[in-house]
Nanobody, 124 residues
Framework: QLQLVESGGGLVQPGGSLRLSCAASGVTFYYYGIGWFRQAPGKEREGISCITRFGGSTNYADSVRGRFTISRDNAKNTVYLQLNSLKPEDTAIYYC?????????????????WGQGTQVTVSS
C-alpha cells in the first residue's frame, strides 16, 4: 500500500531553518516527480517546489526561491525540503505529493498521491 509520510516540521524562530522529509513506501519511487505544497489557515494550498524523477529539474515558487531547496534520494525513497531564512508567513502545513512521470508542477490537481502533512510554525 502506497504511503507518503512527511516529517521534520516544528516550531522555529524567524530566520531559522528546518529540513522536511517525505518518505515513500509501496511505490516505485523513481517513477514519480515530487511536489511540496503548503496550506496556511484560511488560504488556498500553494505549490512551493517540485523535483523530477531523477532530480534533473527543480522548480520553486517566487515566495520561497533562494530560501528553500528541494532534493531527493531515490535509494532511500525520500525527498527533502530544506527551509532556510524562515519567516512568519511560512507558517503552514506542508505536504508532499507524487506526480506520475518525469515532470513536476505547481498545480495540485496534477498530483496523484498525498501525504498527511507536517506543521511548520515560524514564531518568536
Amino acid at each position: 500500500q502506497l504511503q507518503l509520510v512527511e516529517s521534520g516540521g516544528g516550531l522555529v524562530q524567524p530566520g531559522g531553518s528546518l529540513r522536511l522529509s517525505c518518505a515513500a513506501s509501496g511505490v516505485t519511487f523513481y517513477y514519480y516527480g515530487i511536489g511540496w505544497f503548503r496550506q496556511a489557515p484560511g488560504k488556498e494550498r500553494e505549490g512551493i517546489s517540485c523535483i523530477t524523477r531523477f532530480g534533473g529539474s527543480t522548480n520553486y515558487a517566487d515566495s520561497v526561491r533562494g530560501r528553500f531547496t528541494i532534493s531527493r534520494d531515490n535509494a532511500k525513497n525520500t525527498v527533502y525540503l530544506q527551509l532556510n531564512s524562515l519567516k512568519p508567513e511560512d507558517t503552514a502545513i506542508y505536504y508532499c505529493a507524487l506526480i506520475v512521470g518525469n515532470t513536476c508542477s505547481s498545480q495540485s490537481l496534477k498530483y496523484t498521491y498525498w501525504g498527511q502533512g507536517t506543521q511548520v510554525t515560524v514564531s518568536s
